[in-house]
């Protein structure tokens, strides 16, 4: 449950972090990492049952007849 806050904090603290990266290519894969991380921290966020917003698919299978 906590999961999705620990990877949303980490990106962007990552995004913070990368600022003090002098090398232009390093700094570009670290915020590109970091967006990775805050981007699946709410993802995971939104998979949860108790969240407003879900994403698509998810709880029981919806049947309909042709």
């Not at 962007?12 to 699946?40: C, E, F, H, K, P």
């Not at 995971?44 to 029981?60: C, E, K």
């Amino acid at each position: 449950m906590m999961l999705g806050w620990v990877l949303i904090a980490a990106g962007l603290s990552g995004l913070v972090l990368a600022m003090r990266i002098g090398s232009r290519g390093a700094r570009g894969i670290t915020q590109g990492a970091a967006v990775l991380l805050a981007a699946i921290g709410g993802l995971v966020l939104m998979r949860r049952p108790q969240s407003g917003v879900q994403l698509p698919g998810y709880g029981p299978r919806q049947w309909r007849q042709p």
